[in-house]
């Protein structure tokens, strides 16, 4: 068993919090520090919830997980003064830290015990640095941390955490989509916490629900196991897309990993291209082209969902529908583990209802 981290010679008790967007690697981080650390004592706390506390104090490190973090990744304000390592797999986190306001990072776990067993020993040495090391670093670093999460496209990032959401006036049609007029689809864009945010959508959605399509920032590889997941719970039927497949009643599309998903019209209705492309709003697939096709091709006959998630992918596609015509849904800020890319969307008047995420499905399946 391994010996805590020894603070000016002395060996000390640590006290570390866990947290991020997956339950199952907080647990088996808790589980590799609980049993591997003598005099660790180690608590999971919900990610939703550190913007609400201020207990964090007397912590000596965080240990955060977000494997879908983006160049929008932001510290929570929870966990200033505490040095914090994330979990990720974001290449450019991972090669400078310091510049997103963290002490350490490193990739998730992989490669079967080896791989664990490697986890284990850098995670080990990064904690080791991290309580042993003065803070100063971090105050020192968050100017210029500040200016470089400034947006790509200029904008100020602090909107995506802002604390009220203030609905701005905007030049839009009135939707046409409501009760008795029943959508001709359904698109819906997710990021940071957005796996389980979708199932709590879609899992309870009839089987003759119109068809679904759907990007949620995920890996390669990662999209295919989701699209099956959705097929076993859900009373739809999903798959991962493929180009040119159909949309049809009762069926689910989720974008693939490295592919953009469009939506297309044609004289037999709805399909799907799904092809390579650039990065849009910093993402492939994006939200933002999903919305924006989905804008030209069936107009008010679409029901948009902006779900929780950083930064601003979504945004201005989810305008588009709104401005052609489309009811368009936003997640609350109080359901969201990330309030960014919804309170982005909510913000620059692309939302015409915003609701907690239990209430989202209601409101889609009181359209039907």
């Keep these: 068993m ?17 947290t991020g967007t997956s339950t199952a690697i907080s647990q088996v981080t808790k589980s590799i520090l609980d049993r591997s650390i003598k005099g660790c ?8 919830k550190l913007s609400l506390s201020a207990e964090q104090a007397h912590y000596d490190c965080a240990v955060i997980n977000d494997l879908m973090a983006d160049v929008y990744f932001r510290l929570p304000s929870a966990l200033n003064g505490i040095p914090a390592i994330l979990i990720t797999n974001n290449d450019r986190i991972l090669k400078d830290p310091k510049r ?16 664990l ?25 968050k100017p210029h941390f500040e200016k470089i999460m400034q947006s790509p496209d200029g904008s100020d990032p602090d909107i995506l955490f802002s604390k009220k959401a203030v609905h701005k006036t905007a030049n839009t049609v009135i939707h046409n989509v409501c009760r008795g007029n029943r959508p001709e689809l359904i698109a819906i864009g997710a990021s940071t916490g957005g796996t389980d945010a979708i199932i709590e959508v879609v899992k309870e959605l009839p089987a003759d629900t119109p068809p679904v399509v759907i990007v949620q920032h995920m890996p390669v590889g990662f999209t295919k196991m989701y699209a099956d997941r959705l097929d076993r719970i859900c009373k739809m039927n999903a798959k991962e897309a493929e180009n040119g497949d159909r949309l049809k009643q009762g069926l689910i599309i989720l974008g693939h990993g490295s592919e953009q998903l469009e939506v297309h019209r ?17 993402h492939c697939p994006s939200v933002d082209v999903l919305f924006s096709s989905v804008a030209k091709a069936a107009g008010k006959g679409a029901v948009g969902v902006i779900l929780t998630g950083m930064g601003r992918d979504g945004a201005t596609g989810l305008g588009e529908m709104r401005n052609s015509g489309a009811y368009t849904i936003g997640q609350d800020k109080e359901s969201c ?8 969307a909510f913000e620059e008047g692309a939302v015409i209802k915003q609701a907690p995420l239990s209430e989202i499905k209601n409101i889609i399946i009181g359209m039907l």
Excluded: W
Excluded at 117 to 138: G, Q, R, T, W
Excluded at 266 to 282: A, F, H, N, Q, R
Excluded at 337 to 344: A, D, L, N
């Design 2 to 18: 391994r010996q805590n981290a020894a603070i000016g010679g002395e060996v000390l008790p640590l006290h570390i919090l866990i």
């Design 41 to 48: 004592t180690s608590e999971t706390v919900d990610f939703r």
């Design 100 to 115: 997103f306001g963290l002490f350490g990072a490193l990739k998730n776990a992989s490669g079967g015990a080896a791989g």
């Design 117 to 141: 067993v490697a986890f284990e020993k850098e995670l080990h040495a990064m904690i080791d640095n991290a309580v042993s090391a003065e803070h100063s670093h971090l105050t020192e670093a």
């Design 266 to 282: 044609d004289t037999l209705g709805y399909y799907v291209t799904s092809k390579p492309g650039e990065k849009v709003s910093g």
């Design 337 to 344: 583990v990330v309030y960014g890319m919804p309170c982005v």
